[in-house]
């Protein structure tokens, strides 16, 4: 054991130095994907060296009946089955066999790709350069599965990139993939985790966590596409003071109103909660500003001890001077304003709605912390929507007590079943939809009956 030599320290040591590999695909728009859940880490250092979006890709190993750790094929998006035939005879598995663990673990894949997703679609691949990272390869029988399934959504170049793996495996594997990336090719690798000093276990929350901090630092899209209404969203800087704000806003045609975002616990404007919420009020004919609160320094100081997020005269003084800034712009001038809030973020949003109440039309609450604005709740004019999910039991509480101190129009959305993030299938639309209606309900520009 002593003679094996160990080249990474942890799997974001080794993703730094795949990065170095794959340098030559940097100018070439890659989109990387990593393998969850251990390949994620990996991916997501790739991912940030390339200045590439990151995303995954979920593939499951087949265990073996009474061995579960044995591979004998792997299941992966898309609906590829990639089955081992000489591994399954000899470990006696029958068909049935095979087919209530290709079930389970299919089962297994979707719920993953939606969790990590947040019920997203996955991404297009069709005519990228595509890399696919994870943390290493043994058996290979999981990445197979993936890059079959990947194989036939016609990717430009499709590259398989891996820290350490054994060499037959990758020879094997050459097939599959227009390249093969591996930093530490090993004719001998008995497991992964012996090639680091630190293999611990990946846990969902974290590959959550990294997905989502890759999406926030993710670089603005250049020439992004106009929705249905001809919004067109464009990134804009908000001054405040010494420093400035990133945001993306768009405008769709006759637009009723503007809904600022403020959101909150480490997320930011490319949090895709909030960006599937401002799709749908577009589509209602609402524009939409999302913005950054913090800003990139104070977000990495935020990451460490999290003192930021709770800062809610901060995010409120920034959420004002958004609003200010709005009234500034031409075509956003003359927009009724609503606040769509989001963990401490909604505190914010009722803040910025007392002292703009000659602005603020009408504020929802999405999972909100109203409770950490609480002498702010009595003095609120503006119509305020709260929306919590069911088994979001600490928070439901907190609306609820909340609820009782607004005097202006209130309502309380409950969306049954759902959790703090609304993960759940469906649960963020109905999230979407209310607040559309409540938008559009009390921004829309009052209608002037003609006389006859």
Not at 106 to 132: C, M, N, Y
Not at 221 to 227: E, L, Y
Request: aromatic share 6%; charged share 30%.
């Amino acid at each position: 054991m002593a003679s094996f030599r160990r080249p990474f320290r942890d799997r974001a040591h080794a993703g730094r130095e795949l990065a170095e590999l794959l340098a030559r695909y940097r100018d070439l728009s890659p989109l990387v994907l990593g393998l969850p859940r251990g390949g994620v880490p990996v991916a997501y250092e790739v991912a940030r060296a390339l200045d590439a979006p990151l995303d995954v890709w979920v593939a499951r190993k087949l265990g073996a009946p009474g061995e579960p750790e044995l591979g004998m094929g792997a299941v992966a998006e898309g609906g590829e089955v990639f089955v081992d035939a000489h591994i399954v005879r000899a470990v006696g598995a029958t068909d049935d066999d095979v087919n209530r663990v290709v079930a389970r673990e299919t089962a297994e894949v979707e719920r993953r790709a939606k969790r990590f997703r947040l019920g997203a679609d996955p991404p297009q691949v069709s005519g990228r350069v595509v890399i696919i990272v994870d943390d290493g390869i043994a058996t290979g029988g999981t990445a197979r599965a993936a890059l079959r399934a990947l194989r036939r959504k016609g990717p430009r170049r499709l590259v398989l990139a891996v820290p350490v793996g054994a060499t037959e495996t990758l020879d094997a594997l050459a097939s599959e993939a227009d390249d093969v990336v591996c930093t530490s090719p090993q004719a001998e690798l008995y497991a992964i985790g012996l090639w680091y000093e630190d293999f611990e276990p990946v846990e969902d929350d974290e590959v959550a966590a990294l997905l989502e901090r890759a999406r926030r630092h993710r670089p603005a899209a250049r020439g992004a596409p106009a929705d249905r209404l001809g919004a067109v969203e464009r990134a804009v800087r908000i001054p405040i003071g010494d420093a400035d704000l990133h945001g993306d806003v768009a405008v769709p045609a006759r637009a009723e109103g503007l809904v600022l975002f403020a959101h909150g616990s480490g997320s930011s404007r490319k949090s895709p909660r909030n960006r599937f919420v401002a799709g749908a009020l577009r589509k209602a004919g609402l524009a939409t500003l999302l913005f950054d609160l913090l800003t990139e320094d104070e977000e990495i100081a935020d990451e460490i001890d999290a003192h930021l997020r709770f800062d809610i005269d901060l995010l409120a003084r920034r959420l004002v001077a958004a609003t200010d800034w709005a009234r500034q712009q031409g075509d956003l001038r003359d927009l009724r304003i609503g606040y769509f809030g989001a963990s401490t973020g909604a505190a914010a949003a009722i803040i910025a709605a007392v002292q703009r109440a000659d602005l603020a039309g009408a504020v929802v609450s999405r999972g909100g912390r109203p409770d950490l604005a609480e002498e702010w709740l009595a003095r609120v004019r503006a119509p305020t929507l709260f929306i919590v999910g069911g088994d979001d039991r600490e928070v439901l509480h907190l609306n609820r007590a909340a609820l009782q101190r607004v005097q202006a129009p209130k309502a309380l959305k409950i969306v049954p079943h759902a959790t703090h993030l609304f993960e759940e299938t469906g649960a963020l639309a109905q999230v979407a939809d209310a607040a559309a209606e409540w938008f559009c309900r009390y921004l829309a520009r009052p209608r002037v009956e003609a006389r006859p």
